[in-house]
């Protein structure tokens, strides 16, 4: 809903170290690389904006043929002017391009309005949600007066750092705002910024839609401002929504699915991502709020946008289920416990039943963590102040679809055998769901997208372990709760994109695609290929060029001719 909130993005696993109480005292060199890699992320990338070629060992794929996009912060300073927390970096689109065992390499900066009004002034002047910029201290009264005026209902940012998504056959950088800008995948070139307002009664979008078998892509917004009663917008872009003779923008086609009304018409919920299955979507309304007021009043304030978020530890968790063919709500009322959710896995229905996969929180701290000034903190002190924060669990719930009107209350509804989750009928006939936990220190979680809205075994994410080093990635096998690690001493992998073999047979038949940064400056950076099978590296791509570390993106496949 809200852009730069991507709370539990791969930077998560920096301070992975901050979830162990380690005896300061026997830190001393794991302190100093901790310190090196911390001054690492925050540095200014730079642009490789023509193809470089990368020294390719061990063998990809003869199928491999298309483009890894990746999307995260890139500029953290302008001038004399410093960015206040890390998820408000400038973009800096990146990719890998995959041709007969060749393996390409090129960024480019997000050329955003963000971007241009930037960097003409020579420092920071478009407000982030972690830093709030207010009028250039030079200019007159009446020009603070008009700023200040203008400031009362935000216009976000168009800095879309967060992820590539699709439209018809278009590609685009976005975030959590309502403004995307359209990139050309190949070249990286910005084409033209879309307003989702001109198209769409939204002020927001997630930047993580879902693709159907169709090519349809479905999405999730917040209607907040101007547009009637505040309400959360489920909608839908046809696959053929492109128009690339006359230029038109994809969203020209876009169709609502349905609306949810606001529990709380002045705290409506943030929301990172949803969930889809054949029939359904889940939308978890969660106890981490957006205040409006202080949204509205946050210039004013001599506060940041982000500080207009807060986790209501005494609430409750609704769930959401919406029929995707008629786009009417379930009437029943299912609800849990409180706790913060960013990113769902997957869903699928079985045997009457919803079943969904999520990354949950018990509390919304993280995001603080990653202030700037945070993460400068002498290292003793970063671990001591972040050594409780609340740790990224997989968790399974469970909802019944037929309710048996004759059963009595306290009844465990949950009839699958493969779950520990349960939906117990209260007095009031609502439903209260407790999770299955699957897995825990996982985050950015992908899975084989040919099984999306279905039963399914694997999911692939970062593991955050008790260690100072984030070096690891991992497969975890939902059916017997092991899992599977590719770690490498001094380098943090980004967030594993799984590419399926043509012939595959099995969920897991293909291959892990994850860019990897060192913060040791002796290590070049380089693109790790792995049997997605026995989680083994088969091949890698070493770039001779600073790479970024990112956030999310997806793999293009090259088009037959």
């Not at 997630?206 to 892509?217: I, K, L, Q, S």
């Not at 209501?312 to 009322?333: A, C, E, F």
């Not at 400056?521 to 770039?543: C, G, Y």
Request: aromatic residues 14%.
């Amino acid at each position: 809903m809200i852009q730069k909130l991507d709370y539990a993005h791969g930077v998560y696993q920096i301070c992975s170290v901050c979830y162990k109480r380690v005896a300061i005292q026997a830190m001393s060199h794991s302190a100093q690389l901790l310190l090196s890699m911390l001054s690492f992320f925050w540095r200014n990338g730079v642009e490789t904006p023509e193809p470089l070629k990368a020294d390719v060992t061990g063998s990809i794929p003869p199928w491999l043929q298309g483009t890894l996009l990746r999307n995260g912060p890139g500029l953290f300073s302008v001038g004399n002017t410093s960015y206040k927390h890390w998820f408000d970096g400038m973009a800096l689109i990146h990719s890998f391009t995959f041709k007969d065992g060749d393996v390409f390499y090129r960024s480019k900066f997000l050329k955003s309005e963000t971007f241009k009004k930037n960097t003409a002034a020579n420092r920071i002047v478009v407000s982030e949600f972690g830093t709030m910029v207010y009028p250039d201290p030079c200019k007159n009264i009446f020009s603070k007066a008009f700023s200040y005026l203008l400031n009362a209902i935000p216009d976000f940012t168009d800095n879309n750092l967060i992820n590539i998504i699709r439209y018809g056959e278009d590609y685009y950088a976005s975030s959590e705002v309502n403004y995307i800008n359209q990139i050309d995948p190949m070249t990286l070139d910005t084409l033209g910024r879309t307003n989702y307002r001109n198209h769409i009664a939204i002020n927001l979008a997630t930047a993580h839609p879902h693709y159907d078998d169709e090519g349809n892509t479905y999405n999730m917004g917040t209607a907040i401002m101007n547009f009637g009663r505040p309400k959360y917008v489920i909608f839908k872009v046809p696959a053929n929504a492109s128009d690339k003779g006359n230029n038109k923008p994809a969203l020209r086609k876009v169709e609502q699915v349905c609306s949810i009304p606001f529990r709380s018409t002045l705290y409506p919920s943030y929301f990172h991502s949803f969930g889809m299955t054949e029939n359904y979507i889940i939308f978890v309304e969660q106890a981490f709020k957006l205040d409006i007021l202080k949204l509205a009043t946050a210039y004013f304030r001599d506060v940041n946008w982000g500080s207009c978020l807060k986790f209501d530890k005494d609430d409750i968790t609704l769930i959401h289920l919406v029929n995707r063919k008629t786009g009417k709500t379930v009437s029943t009322k299912y609800y849990a416990d409180p706790f913060v959710v960013f990113h769902h896995i997957n869903a699928y229905e079985e045997d009457g039943h919803v079943v969904f996969d999520l990354i949950t929180y018990q509390d919304s701290n993280l995001y603080n963590m990653f202030y700037i000034h945070n993460m400068k903190q002498d290292v003793a002190k970063f671990i001591e102040t972040n050594k409780d924060f609340s740790r990224p669990t997989c968790q399974r719930f469970v909802l019944p679809l037929n309710i048996d009107k004759e059963a009595p209350p306290d009844t465990n509804l949950v009839k699958l055998q493969d779950t520990t989750a349960t939906a117990v009928l209260q007095q009031d006939g609502s439903i209260y769901c407790t999770p299955d936990t699957v897995f825990e220190g996982l985050e950015l979680p992908g899975i084989n997208y040919k099984f999306n809205g279905k039963k399914y075994r694997y999911f692939f994410g970062t593991r955050v372990d008790w260690s100072p080093y984030p070096s690891k990635i991992a497969k975890v096998d939902i059916v017997t709760r092991t899992h599977k690690v590719w770690t490498e001493e001094e380098c943090y992998p980004s967030e594993p994109v799984f590419v399926a073999s043509p012939d595959a047979v099995e969920e897991d038949d293909g291959i892990i695609l994850s860019s990897v940064v060192s913060f040791n400056p002796q290590k070049p950076p380089f693109l790790v290929v792995l049997d997605a099978k026995s989680f083994k590296e088969i091949a890698r791509a070493t770039i001779d060029a600073a790479i970024h570390m990112d956030l999310h993106g997806l793999f293009i496949h090259e088009k037959s001719t």
